[in-house]
């Protein structure tokens, strides 16, 4: 029995160990070795590392399953210090992506046998899959974040540019490309932002301005893309249904943060919601805000807009109260009395848009006010003022410091003019004679009755 188990035991020892699938490289290699490898996952470790240790298994199955797939390599930093250094390694285990032996970029996936597996085929593949118009449906719907190219031409050049930017954002993002008519008619923007764009700081000059529906809500490509375009995916899919409807109106989402201060503008709280907030601002000025909750299902968005396709909802407009008593020699406007004052048809008006802050809008007030004095009996011209930090300004009237002062004339109320001149009383006094509708009726124009000479009694 003995010799027995000696025979075995020096069998298995003469039996050859079984070859890693671990490609291992060194200083001499790293680079010729991974030069002609379309992908390859490098782990950079130390023979010491507890943790390199942990992973060797797991990393040995992984390049067992990916053999002839993706080649998984491994380098011993104790060993060939140029190559860490070289690719910046500082502690072990680091594991990156190769492409063509150039980097790509860290390894962020499962460190598991299965995880490397599943992580990698997907890295193997193809930047961008082409989508038929069923696998397109399945492909915009799933939560992760997803950029889809529209080409009439496949292989030109816009698709090969396309195809880089993929294989270099592959690991943030999923990938897809239609060349199908009916899909890129479906989906070709009428501008340059495609159908609901992410509005920002730099590109709101060119998305606002005309009827708009916005949502507001935490978005941040950089740091939670899957969370970001979750809503915005809600938000197109019910766009999509009102535009193939035939109803024109323009779509976007926008950070709550950064646009806080619209929020406040259509009396919306941005602090107290998770879901987004929902508002639009037509071309004129008008504004609507939704009041009832954004619903994951969508229901709630498709609600509010229909009623606002139908006419049904009520405008919002930020207003001081109209003021009780407004006798005095300038008119005080807000944005409910507005139309009655400066849009008056028969009046020509002067109006000052202030802020209650402005340096230059108290030093004015005084002459202001003396020049509505002087005007004051006058039928046919009006002197007022509006808070602009408390009232919504509508169009045409733009106001991007204080104080702005227009000319409303009478029967022209659609081309106010944007008064230009000197600040004092008698700059608009000579402003308002070249102007005004009528020759302006001064209180220094009066002249007193003179009194009747009495004759002197004869001595």
């Not at 496949?154 to 239609?178: Q, T």
């Not at 509005?199 to 950089?222: H, R």
């Not at 939670?224 to 375009?229: A, L, V």
């Not at 009237?397 to 009383?425: C, D, H, L, W």
Request: charged residues 30%.
């Amino acid at each position: 029995m003995a010799t027995l188990l000696l025979a075995l035991l020096l069998a298995a020892a003469a039996w050859p160990a079984r070859a890693s699938d671990v490609l291992e490289l060194s200083d001499d290699d790293f680079d010729s070795g991974l030069a002609d490898r379309n992908v390859a996952l490098v782990e950079f470790y130390a023979p010491w590392c507890g943790h390199c240790k942990r992973l060797a298994p797991e990393y040995e199955a992984a390049a067992t399953r990916l053999k002839g797939i993706v080649p998984l390599v491994k380098v011993d930093c104790t060993a060939n210090s140029e190559t860490c250094n070289k690719y910046g390694v500082s502690g072990y285990p680091t594991l990156k992506i190769f492409r063509n032996g150039e980097e790509s970029g860290a390894y962020d996936g499962p460190r598991t046998a299965d995880g490397i597996v599943s992580h990698l085929k997907k890295q193997a593949g193809p930047a961008s899959v082409p989508l038929s118009p069923e696998g397109f449906e399945k492909f915009i719907n799933e939560k992760d974040a997803a950029v889809v190219g529209f080409f009439r031409e496949m292989f030109g050049d816009a698709h090969s540019e396309y195809m880089k930017a993929a294989s270099n954002l592959r690991d943030h993002y999923r990938f897809g490309h239609v060349s199908d008519e009916d899909l890129i008619k479906k989906y070709e923007p009428d501008g340059d932002f495609g159908l609901c764009p992410h509005m920002t700081e730099d590109n709101k000059e060119l998305i606002q301005g005309k009827d708009i529906l916005v949502a507001y809500y935490d978005v941040d490509y950089e740091k939670n893309p899957k969370g970001s375009n979750y809503w915005r995916n809600r938000v197109m899919k019910v766009a999509q249904s009102f535009l193939d409807a035939g109803h024109k109106l323009n779509f976007a989402v926008a950070s709550r943060k950064t646009f806080g201060h619209e929020l406040t503008e259509f009396g919306l709280d941005g602090s107290t919601s998770d879901v987004p907030l929902v508002a639009i601002r037509t071309a004129k000025g008008e504004k609507f805000a939704m009041q009832e909750e954004f619903s994951r299902d969508g229901k709630a968005l498709e609600r509010f807009l229909q009623d606002y396709f139908d006419g049904k909802l009520k405008r919002y407009l930020k207003s001081e109260p109209i003021p009780e008593n407004n006798d005095g020699p300038v008119k005080v406007v807000v944005a409910e009395n507005f139309d009655e004052i400066v849009n008056a048809e028969n009046k020509d008006v002067l109006v000052e848009f202030y802020a209650p802050w402005c340096g230059h809008c108290k030093n004015l007030e005084p002459k202001y006010k003396e020049l509505g004095e002087k005007l004051n009996k006058d039928p046919h011209i009006v002197i007022a003022k509006m808070d602009a930090t408390a009232n919504d300004v509508p169009l045409p009237y733009e106001v991007k410091g204080f104080p702005t002062i227009y000319f409303s004339p009478a029967g022209s109320k659609q081309s106010p003019k944007k008064y230009e001149g000197g600040r004092e009383v008698s700059d608009f006094v000579s402003y308002l004679k070249r102007e005004a509708t009528y020759p302006p009726i001064l209180q220094e124009d009066e002249k007193p009755k003179k009194k009747k000479k009495v004759p002197k009694e004869d001595l």
